[in-house]
């Protein structure tokens, strides 16, 4: 199983970026609670947003309104658009599913300078 996670980068503050996380070898991806996690500097790693295989999406509250997560089962691949981006949104950003057993992918890091 591998998850890739690319699409970060630097960017202003107010900025967008859009990531994207593209999988093999997931056993029927469209089961899959799919995730969007990152870890700032010093910081454990939190949950920023996950879409369920209903299509059922949760947020971390401070993304709420600016962050949307969407999946494309037919491309077995996970999304996350980040719109008016903030200096605290700076982090490694990890794709994560989830299906009883859980992987991530290996990362992407977003730094929003403000």
């Known amino acids: 199983v591998q998850l890739q996670a690319f699409g970060g980068g630097s960017v202003q503050a107010g900025g967008s970026l859009k990531l994207s996380c593209e999988t093999t070898g997931l056993d029927l991806f469209s089961a899959n609670i799919m995730g969007w996690y990152r870890q700032a500097p010093g910081k454990e790693r939190e949950m920023v947003a996950q879409?369920?295989?209903?299509?059922?999406?949760d947020y971390l509250e401070s993304v709420k309104g600016r962050f949307i997560i969407t999946r494309n089962n037919a491309k077995s691949a996970v999304y996350l658009q980040m719109n008016n981006l903030k200096s605290e949104d700076t982090g490694v950003y990890y794709c994560?599913?989830?299906?009883?057993?859980?992987?991530w992918g290996q990362g992407t890091l977003v730094t929003v300078s403000s």
């Open positions: 879409i369920t295989s209903g299509y059922s999406t």
């Open positions: 994560r599913s989830d299906r009883g057993c859980s992987h």
